[in-house]
């Protein structure tokens, strides 16, 4: 993350791009999270027939929307550096919750093919009896939902990876402007009053008084110096008199 943003999409302000991301976070995460739900009971793709995949998916897509809304309570009401700092760590989380998530469901989806097949046909063949003599279109269309769903679970997890990528990115440059502006007006959103610091050092004026006591002093000396000398002259001449 050593490139720094300034904008969102390059012309939206970057508080507003976070707030966008995590509204669709939120919203996309809920949609998705419901959706596998149902597929559970009462879908007819292959994510009902790999329900331990879907499992991990809802899950997983529950995490993110929890996370979204996590996120637009933080720019709302806890908008300070630290917190966004913390916030983008846990998106690194979310990241690597993803990525094993999307990756898990896709050995399992792959290794168990032929379970997941046989499980569509029967759930097919049950449902059509008067079909039962064509368990080869059956298989072609168990064969159809599977490449669908893998294709969709691979799509999501890309796309879902990328984002979070960029919403890290948002993040961590939304959290180093915020701690910019808190320099100056601090985490309370008040201007700071900094204090004027004068470029001389302080001891200088000090050691010009120092010094003008010394020259006074000096003078002082020369001159009782000088008068009692005089004095001692004036009484040597009256003794010679």
Do not use: W
Request: glycine residues 6%.
């Amino acid at each position: 993350m050593a490139i720094q943003m300034t904008k969102f999409c390059y012309c939206i302000s970057l508080k507003f791009g976070f707030i966008i991301l995590s509204s669709l976070f939120f919203i996309g995460g809920t949609i998705a999270t419901v959706k596998y739900s149902l597929d559970i009971t009462i879908g007819e793709n292959l994510f009902r027939y790999a329900k331990g995949s879907t499992v991990s998916l809802a899950a997983l897509y529950s995490f993110l929307a929890v996370g979204g809304l996590f996120g637009l309570f933080i720019v709302t009401c806890m908008n300070t550096s630290k917190m966004l700092s913390d916030y983008s760590k846990l998106e690194f989380g979310f990241i690597g919750l993803n990525i094993f998530f999307h990756i898990k469901s896709i050995i399992e989806i792959v290794l168990c093919k032929s379970a997941i097949i046989t499980e569509c046909v029967k759930s097919i063949y049950n449902k059509n009896d008067r079909d039962s003599h064509q368990i080869e279109h059956l298989i072609d269309v168990c064969n159809e939902k599977y490449d669908d769903g893998l294709i969709i679970i691979i799509s999501l997890g890309v796309i879902s990876i990328l984002l979070l990528v960029y919403f890290c990115m948002v993040i961590i440059s939304y959290a180093q402007q915020r701690k910019d502006d808190e320099f100056v007006t601090g985490p309370s959103g008040h201007n700071r009053v900094v204090p004027m610091v004068s470029n001389r050092p302080n001891n200088i004026p000090n050691a010009n008084v120092a010094n003008a006591a010394n020259a006074a002093n000096a003078a002082n000396t020369n001159a009782s110096a000088n008068a009692n000398a005089n004095a001692a002259n004036a009484s040597d001449g009256s003794n010679a008199v």
